[in-house]
Structures are given as C-alpha cells and as structure tokens.
C-alpha cells in the first residue's frame, strides 16, 4: 500500500490545473461510483487527477492507483481498497480498470458495502459493450469523454476563451461570433486543429504526434478490441486496411458485400466490427434518417472518427470533403445532437435543422426548397445567412 501512496503522489504533484475542460462541470461529484470512459488518448487520466487535486485533502484520504501497475499481479482490488479505508481512505480514483479481470464486480462489492468510499474510475469507451459479471448501471453514474472541441483547442494551445453555443445559439449569432474570432485567424488554427488538435496529448511531443496517434490506434485495436473478441494478427490487419482504406475515400458510403469480398470477412462481421470500432472511436456510423438501426443493418456512411485521425492513418493526400464530414458529424454527436443522413442535403441534426457540408462556394441549390436549411461552408471566416462557416461548429461544447 505504501508504494501506491507514493506513486500517487508523484503523479498528483505532477498534474497542472492551468487548463480545466467544462467537462468536469457535467459530473456530478456526489455520486459515490462515477465512471468515465472514452476512447484512449482523449483526456480521462488528466480529469481524474484534477478532480483529485482540487479536492486538496490529506494524503491519506485520497489515492490514484492504475489497474495496469504490476502491484495488482499480486494484489487484488478488493483488499488494496480495503486496506486504503482502514488507513482513512475515503476517494478512490481509479484509473484502466478494463485492465484488470473482475474489476467490475470487486467494485460493486465495495459500493454495496462501504457507503464512505467514493470511487471515479476510468475505462475504455468499450465497457459498455462487454459482457461484465455484475450490473453497474443502477449504480455508477457513467459519463463519456470525447476528445477537445475546436473551441477548447483555441484555449488549450492559444489561450482564446470563447463559451460554448448551443445549436441555436450557433445558427442565430454566428456571425457575430465569426465576426469576434476573424482577429485571430480562425482559418489558420482550424487547419492546426484538424492536424493535432483533437487528443490532448499532441502537447507532449507535437512533432511525433501523428506516429504517437498511429501507435494509440494499433493499441485500441490490438488490445481493447481483444475484450470484446478474440482477435488474431490477420483480423488486426484487415481492420487496419478497413480503417486505412476510410482515411483516403471521399465521404464513404459502404457496399459492403464488395468491401467484405475486398478484405476478406464475411457481411455480418465486417458490419459487426463497424459497430466494435464505433464504440473504440476509431469511426463513426451514419444512417438515413428514419432507418432502423439493427444489429446488422448496414451504415448509410462511414466515417473516421475525427480528422487527426486521417492524417494519422494515411500517407496519401487527404479526402477534403471526408474530414469535413468527419469533423462536423463529431462536433455535433459530443455535443449531445443526433445526426443522420438528409433524404436531401448531407445530414439532418436533431430531426429538424438540414445542413449542406462543403466548401466557400458550396450552393444551396440541393436544398434551396427546404425550411431551416444551411450550409456549413469551410474555407470561410464570417458566415451570412443560413452560410455558417464550418469551423464555428466546433463551439458547440
């Protein structure tokens, strides 16, 4: 227990509080079992850790402790927890618990039974997909972290405070907004973030970034998919090529039975694994609007996850209009809209507002017929009208 109370405080002491994400506003503190989950890379270990240092108790009241540390080789969970309480613990923060076989139910015994411990834990964006021993969901409060919005890169990396809009406060005063931003260039740092900006640690070694990314991809595949499945060295490889093949497509609307033939896998696994990889944040899946959404029920497109991704996974030049795709469906699904597929135009947010994603000179003629229409136009810095520039949806969280 010792050696854990001094690797917690070496970590702690080495946290900055400079930078805080509103996300940890969205938490609520008081649950006694919250979980945050997301995919690797997006930032969870440094929430935890803030959370624990602006909590400024003494040392032997709270405890950081990873799941992955070859202290548990020989040690379990449940009885490091019960020696941290003996001592005067009472805030647990734990972090990879997906790395730890039982995690889920040791846990559940000590919420059950110790109603003075409080726990934060940390996990893959998987979990929720995993078949668990024990059912957590009527007792953790769970919260998915995504990576940084272009509004919270500005303040990260330049120090530009902006607040978050809602959608209608978006589509009612963008040009103000872009009005207040063109002072700084908002072309020049959107392309930054669109390179480097969406997972918070680019700001350890920028210039590795992208090989940094690579490896968190191969990892995510590799190792957190191996929970849900058992995956050997040809699967990985298919799944690289799939992802791979996504990074140079234009806006990708799958036939699966040919891109089933072209990797080698049958229809309902490749579809399956779309699913798997949805939930790694390695892509995203998009539907008609309307459609159902069954287990096998193929996507009306795919897209990678975020844009730092297809400058991680390609060498060859970059699909424009499939990162600003990637970019816009992202934004807006971390900041809690539903997007689809529009019968007409590209995607339908919410059931009710239908958006044209293109570039400066991108026309309304698609949707020029269609009330609460508009078109998020990149390569523009002030918006008029229903033109919103694409990087202002970025702002949403």
């Not at 992202?330 to 059931?351: H, P, S």
């Amino acid at each position: 227990m010792e050696i854990l109370k001094e690797k917690s405080a070496i970590v702690l002491a080495q946290i900055g509080m400079d930078f805080q994400r509103d996300f940890l506003k969205k938490i609520n503190w008081q649950s006694r079992l919250i979980g945050l989950l997301g995919a690797r890379g997006a930032g969870k270990t440094t929430l935890l850790l803030q959370r624990m240092k602006s909590l400024d108790l003494p040392a032997d009241e709270c405890l950081y402790i990873t799941l992955d540390d070859l202290y548990f080789a020989n040690h379990t969970l449940a009885e490091t927890i019960e020696s941290f309480r003996k001592s005067g613990g009472k805030y647990l923060f734990i972090d990879e618990v997906h790395k730890y076989d039982g995690w889920a139910r040791e846990i559940k015994n000590v919420y059950d039974f110790y109603k003075d411990i409080h726990i934060v834990f940390t996990g893959s964006s998987i979990i929720e997909m995993l078949d668990l021993e024990v059912d957590l969901s009527r007792r953790a409060h769970v919260y998915q972290l995504p990576g940084l919005s272009f509004r919270e890169f500005l303040a990260f990396e330049h120090e530009l405070i902006f607040p978050a809009l809602s959608l209608d406060e978006l589509l009612k005063q963008h040009e103000t907004v872009g009005r207040k931003m063109n002072a700084h260039k908002p072309l020049k740092l959107f392309d930054e973030y669109l390179l480097y900006g969406y997972y918070p640690f680019y700001k350890e070694d920028r210039q590795s970034y992208l090989v940094q990314l690579t490896n968190v991809v191969n990892l995510t595949i590799s190792y957190d998919l191996a929970f849900i499945e058992d995956i050997d060295k040809q699967q990985v490889h298919k799944i690289n090529q799939l992802l791979s093949s996504l990074s140079m497509q234009v806006p990708f609307k799958p036939n699966v039975t040919e891109l089933s033939k072209t990797i080698g896998m049958g229809r309902n696994t490749l579809i399956q694994y779309f699913h798997y990889l949805e939930k790694a944040k390695l892509i995203q899946m998009v539907y008609l609007e309307g459609k159902g959404l069954g287990p096998l029920e193929k996507p009306g497109k795919l897209l990678l996850d975020n844009p730092n991704l297809f400058h991680a996974l390609s060498t060859k030049p970059k699909n424009d209009g499939s990162i600003r795709e990637s970019f816009f469906v992202n934004q807006l699904r971390n900041a809690g809209y539903t997007v689809d597929l529009a019968k007409k135009g590209d995607f339908v947010v919410n059931g009710e507002h239908i958006f044209e994603v293109g570039g400066a000179k991108k026309r309304f003629d698609q949707i020029a017929d269609i009330i609460n229409a508009y078109i998020a136009a990149d390569d523009i810095e002030i918006g008029t009208g229903n033109r919103i520039p694409l990087w202002l949806f970025g702002f949403l969280y």
